[in-house]
C-alpha cells in the first residue's frame, strides 16, 4: 500500500489580504466622506436664509415668490393657505406630497404640480375641474340646493358668475357614493353627444334610472318631457320634434311624452293632469 502525500500547509497570499483590506478601508472613508458632506449640504440647505422662501411684504398681500397658475374657480386664499407655514423657511423642507394631497382635496382642484425654483421661489400649477352640467342636489326628501358636477361625480360650488352653457341633471343623490355619481353624469353625456344639435334646447336631464332617461326639452315657451328610455336619443327625439306641431294641435295641453317605442309617440300628462 503506498504511502499517503503529506498535505501541504495553505500559504496566505498575504499581497492579495492587504490589498484587499486597502480597498475596504478607502471604500469605508469615501463612504465616510460622502455622508459627511451630504449632511453639511443638507444644514447648509436648511440653515442658509438665501433659500428662505419669502413670505407676503405686508398684511393681505400675496408672497411675488409663491407663484399661482390656472387658478380660476377653486378658492386662491384656500390654496394659498396650504403654504402659510412655509414662509421664512428653507425651500428644502418643503413637504411636496403632503401639499400635493391637501391641494387636491380642494374644491374645483382636479390635479396639481408644485415645482421647487431655487434658490427660493415656488411654483403651483393647478388644473381645474370642468363641469359637465349644474345640479339639482337632493339633500333630503324635502330640501335641494344648487350645484356643479363633472363626470367624475365631483359635486363643485358654483361660483358667484357662472357662465356655463350647461344643461340641468337630476336624479342624483347627496349621499350615494361619488363613483355612482359620475356613472350618471357619464350617462347624460353619452346621450347628448348621440342627440348632437338636436339637444340645443334641452334644459333638464333626469338621470335617476340609468336604463329610462327623460329630458326637458324647451319648445315656443313650454317644458316638454319626454321619456327616451335607454337607446336610440337621436332618432326618438327627432321623430317626435318632426310630428310635434300636429301633436301640439291635436293635444295642446300634453306636456309628458313617452318615446321608449321607436314607432309611437304616447301622451301621459298634461298640463291639467289629463
Known sequence: MAPQASKKPRSINWAKAAKYTLALM??????????YASQRLEQFLIRDPRFFLPGPPDYGMESPNLELH???????????????RDFGRSLYLLPLEEHRKALLKANWVKDVSIVRQWPNRVVVQITERRPA?????????????????????VILDPPQRAPFKLPVITGVLAGE???????????????????????????????????????????AGRGIVLMLGDRNFASRLRNFLDHYPDIRR??????????RLD?????VGSQHGD
Open 26 to 35: 478607502g471604500l469605508t472613508a469615501i463612504l465616510t466622506t460622502g455622508i
Open 70 to 84: 390656472g387658478i380660476q374657480y377653486a378658492s386662491r386664499s384656500q390654496i394659498l393657505g396650504v403654504f402659510s
Open 133 to 153: 352640467a349644474f345640479l339639482d342636489l337632493k339633500v333630503d326628501m324635502m330640501m335641494s340646493r344648487w350645484a356643479l358636477i363633472d363626470a367624475d361625480g
Open 177 to 219: 357614493p361619488q363613483s355612482m355619481r359620475g356613472t350618471r353624469v357619464r350617462r347624460m353625456q353619452r346621450m347628448m353627444k348621440e342627440i348632437g344639435a338636436l339637444g340645443d334646447n334641452i334644459s333638464e336631464i333626469n338621470v335617476r334610472n340609468l336604463d329610462d332617461l327623460a329630458v326637458t326639452e324647451q319648445i
Open 250 to 259: 291635436k293635444m295642446p295641453n300634453a306636456t309628458t311624452f313617452d318615446l
Open 263 to 267: 314607432d309611437r309617440i304616447t301622451a
